[in-house]
């Protein structure tokens, strides 16, 4: 007669047919149309960059955890996630032996020396990015314009301002749609977004933190004096907020919390575009605010269990 196996565990138990590797694969999908728009507008170097990436990454999280005899997960789609936005952050005309560099800093420090997926405190991708950026900070700022396959450098948006340019803007219409110069994920607002509504009909992300961070950045930047819609549509604020900020492991956890982060990401990513050394921000407001994220969570989550009188 065979055993009949019992788990015990305290409650709640809400089951759902999700799955981490389901949010994971999801996501993925919907960086799709933004990463077409990248090859489209900065040719195979920018399709090979970001095949290393991802490749980089899956053979990293496999190599560690085979090394310290844990279990396989690159199926679960989390390293491809990764390897997509570290991709996402890179200029077109970065070499490729960035690939391997950054997917080291990404999956073997920020990810798999805290534990592994759900136990990072930082952004992966975005951990990788900052090293880069310090380590390299002339490739990493190297940039080629819209429908420019070969090496030619040109300034970004965010660039002509900060550095004061006599350069004309693009317009909106550019911005939104993505004939602009930047980082191989960042440029098309339209294409983001559009992967972005997938996310949030599906309820693997939320309103809250990408309208806190944009609104922010955007009253921020009309505080110090700059355009609001520019600043909205320009750089990586559009990829931030929905695919970086979003992050359900370096993100609070309640809807409160994550106005919260958002806001705080928008502001410091306005305050670093208008004083700081770089003409972007997002990627050190979301790491700075990550940091933050477990006195966000202890400050705003709601009490389990009833709530507490006064006395009188």
């Given at each position: 007669?065979?055993?009949?196996?019992?788990?015990?565990?305290?409650?709640?138990?809400?089951?759902?047919?999700?799955?981490?590797?389901?949010?994971?694969?999801?996501?993925?999908?919907?960086?799709?149309?933004?990463?077409?728009?990248?090859?489209?507008?900065?040719?195979?170097?920018?399709?090979?960059?970001?095949?290393?990436?991802?490749?980089?990454?899956?053979?990293?999280?496999?190599?560690?955890?085979?090394?310290?005899g844990r279990a396989i997960t690159v199926r679960d789609g989390s390293a491809v996630v990764t390897g997509l936005l570290l991709a996402f952050?890179?200029?077109?005309?970065?070499?490729?032996?960035?690939?391997?560099?950054?997917?080291?800093?990404?999956?073997?420090?920020?990810?798999?020396?805290?534990?592994?997926?759900?136990?990072?405190?930082?952004?992966?991708?975005?951990?990788?990015?900052?090293?880069?950026?310090?380590?390299?900070?002339?490739?990493?700022?190297?940039?080629?314009?819209?429908?420019?396959?070969?090496?030619?450098?040109?300034?970004?948006?965010?660039?002509?301002?900060?550095?004061?340019?006599d350069l004309p803007l693009p317009s909106y219409a550019d911005l939104f749609l993505g004939r602009v110069g930047g980082c191989i994920g960042?440029?098309?607002?339209?294409?983001?977004?559009?992967?972005?509504?997938?996310?949030?009909?599906?309820?693997?992300?939320?309103?809250?933190?990408?309208?806190?961070?944009?609104?922010?950045?955007?009253?921020?930047?009309?505080?110090?004096?700059?355009?609001?819609?520019?600043?909205?549509?320009?750089?990586?604020?559009?990829?931030?907020?929905?695919?970086?900020?979003?992050?359900?492991?370096?993100?609070?956890?309640?809807?409160?919390?994550?106005?919260?982060?958002?806001?705080?990401?928008?502001?410091?990513?306005?305050?670093?575009?208008?004083?700081?050394?770089?003409?972007?921000?997002?990627?050190?407001?979301?790491?700075?605010?990550?940091?933050?994220?477990?006195?966000?969570?202890?400050?705003?989550?709601?009490?389990?269990?009833?709530?507490?009188?006064?006395?009188?």
């Open positions: 007669m065979s055993e009949r196996v019992f788990i015990l565990a305290p409650g709640p138990h809400v089951g759902t047919g999700d799955s981490v590797a389901r949010v994971m694969w999801r996501v993925n999908i919907a960086l799709l149309p933004a990463l077409a728009w990248g090859v489209w507008s900065f040719g195979p170097a920018a399709l090979a960059l970001t095949a290393a990436c991802v490749a980089s990454c899956m053979a990293v999280e496999a190599l560690v955890e085979l090394l310290f952050n890179l200029p077109p005309g970065a070499p490729l032996w960035f690939a391997p560099v950054g997917a080291l800093v990404a999956i073997a420090v920020a990810k798999l020396a805290f534990g592994g997926l759900g136990f990072n405190i930082f952004n992966p991708a975005l951990a990788a990015r900052a090293f880069l950026m310090a380590s390299y900070p002339a490739r990493m700022t190297s940039w080629r314009p819209y429908g420019a396959w070969d090496a030619v450098s040109a300034a970004t948006p965010l660039g002509i301002l900060k550095e004061r340019l960042e440029t098309s607002a339209l294409l983001l977004l559009a992967g972005a509504v997938l996310l949030l009909a599906g309820r693997d992300i939320t309103w809250h933190t990408p309208a806190s961070f944009l609104g922010a950045l955007a009253g921020m930047s009309l505080l110090v004096g700059a355009d609001p819609l520019l600043a909205v549509l320009a750089g990586g604020a559009v990829l931030g907020a929905f695919y970086m900020a979003t992050d359900m492991v370096t993100a609070p956890l309640s809807g409160g919390g994550r106005l919260v982060f958002g806001a705080g990401c928008g502001i410091i990513t306005a305050v670093i575009r208008r004083w700081g050394g770089y003409p972007e921000g997002v990627c050190y407001s979301i790491l700075l605010m990550n940091a933050f994220t477990p006195l966000i969570d202890r400050c705003t989550q709601p009490r389990r269990f009833g709530s507490r009188r006064g006395r009188g």
